[in-house]
């Protein structure tokens, strides 16, 4: 999370001063650096993004209407974030939701995995 805080900090000094190529350029790298450093923290981006306050913060959830994510497949977690964003799944909750987590899904269902 530190390589990313550092990253757009660059991206946004950069971006008013640069041109496009150079921009797409430091975006490229941004994005592989930023996907390396996510892989490992799943469980921060979980809890800084705010899921546990309904999920729980190990993925129990905190109401009746909340579904437990704890020990579910990582593949079916994957699976339904990204029907929240394409819509394909609707529930307005989780279409706001997931549009957070992009890039983010195969970490926070890996780390919900294990619990
Ligand atoms: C305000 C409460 C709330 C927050 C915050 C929230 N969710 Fe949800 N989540 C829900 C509800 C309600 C559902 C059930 C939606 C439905 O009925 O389709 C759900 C469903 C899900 C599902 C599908 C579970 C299943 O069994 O199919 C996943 C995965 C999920 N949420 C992950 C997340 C993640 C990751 C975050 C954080 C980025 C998050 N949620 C934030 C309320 C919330």
């Given at each position: 999370?530190?390589?990313y805080g550092v990253l757009n900090a660059i991206i946004t000094f950069n971006f008013l001063d640069i041109g496009e190529i150079a921009m797409k350029k430091i975006?490229?790298?941004a994005?592989?650096?930023t996907m390396g450093s996510?892989?490992?923290d799943g469980k921060a981006d979980y809890t800084n993004l705010g899921c546990a306050a309904?999920?729980?913060a190990t993925g129990i959830s905190v109401a009746p209407t909340y579904p437990n994510l704890a020990g579910q497949k990582s593949a079916y977690t994957v699976k339904q974030l990204k029907?929240?964003?394409s819509g394909a799944?609707?529930?307005a909750t989780m279409n706001a939701m997931a549009a957070l987590v992009a890039g983010k899904e195969q970490a926070i269902a890996d780390f919900l995995?294990?619990?």
């Open positions: 999370m530190r390589v975006l490229l790298v994005t592989v650096l996510v892989q490992a309904c999920h729980g029907d929240f964003q799944r609707k529930d995995a294990t619990q």
